[in-house]
Nanobody, 118 residues
Framework: QVQLVESGGGLVQTGMSLRLSCAAS????????MGWYRQAPGKQRELVAS???????NYADSVKGRFAISRDNAKNTVYLQMDSLKPEDTAVYYC????????????WGQGTQVTVSS
């Protein structure tokens, strides 16, 4: 069982920044892909950003140029730097880590609220 612990969410004003962190424990095997998802009220959960073991990144069009995902493989931790936040970024953000093949796992964090006020 891989446990994910998230931190960094909160309430900020439009244009401000937040950095989310998510650390994994419970497995010595690194995730192939780490990512952040978000879900706003009444909307489907969507992928915000993902990153592979060697650093290949992918971003939703809505956050491209404003958010940056990174990972520390030694700490098995993923980060999401969120700049120029907008009210439409308000959502519950979920950390996800996946590993395929031997000793596979697919783990989710508990979710952390990000609220951007105008």
């Amino acid at each position: 069982q891989v446990q994910l612990v998230e931190s960094g969410g909160g309430l900020v004003q439009t244009g401000m920044s937040l950095r989310l962190s998510c650390a994994a424990s419970g497995s010595p095997y690194s995730a192939n892909v780490m990512g952040w998802y978000r879900q706003a009220p009444g909307k489907q959960r969507e992928l915000v950003a993902s990153i592979t073991y060697y650093g290949t990144t992918n971003y939703a069009d809505s956050v491209k140029g404003r958010f940056a995902i990174s990972r520390d493989n030694a700490k098995n931790t993923v980060y999401l730097q969120m700049d120029s936040l907008k009210p439409e970024d308000t959502a519950v953000y979920y950390c996800n880590m996946r590993r395929a093949g031997l000793y596979s796992y697919d783990s989710w964090g508990q979710g952390t609220q990000v609220t951007v006020s105008s």
